[in-house]
């Protein structure tokens, strides 16, 4: 019943800049942690960006620098703001977040369905 809802990805050339956004809908108790993963054709999925419901964020080495994870909590909204973007950064990015929906201490994984940016040379 909980869905999350990605948007911004496209095609960009590199130096250039996007911005992801992934709304969460649906009834829950709350949402934790939100963060932002991508992966690459042949790769792993990896963590590019997390930020916790205060604020607090952390970031993967290879985008230290040039991208910024906000949130907007009263919108249930993630964001990731991508700069400088290089070729190395095309990926699918999906959105991902720690949700309570069948109680208040129990978080649980949610996944968005990924958004594709693709950054050209």
């Known amino acids: 019943q909980v869905q999350l809802a990605e948007s911004g990805g496209g095609l960009v050339q590199a130096g250039g800049s996007l911005r992801l956004s992934c709304a969460a809908s649906?009834?829950?108790?709350?949402?934790?942690?939100m963060n932002w993963y991508r992966q690459a054709p042949g790769k792993q999925r990896e963590l590019v960006a997390a930020?916790?419901?205060?604020?607090?964020?952390n970031y993967a080495d290879s985008v230290k620098g040039r991208f910024n994870i906000s949130r907007d909590n009263a919108k249930n909204t993630v964001y990731l703001q991508m700069n400088s973007l290089k070729p190395e950064d095309t990926a699918v990015y999906y959105c991902?977040?720690?949700?309570?929906?069948?109680?208040?201490?129990?978080?649980?994984?949610?996944w968005g369905q990924g958004t594709q940016v693709t950054v050209s040379s």
């Open positions: 991902n977040a720690k949700i309570a929906y069948y109680s208040r201490n129990s978080y649980s994984d949610y």
């Open positions: 649906g009834s829950f108790f709350s949402i934790n942690a």
């Open positions: 930020i916790t419901r205060g604020g607090s964020t």
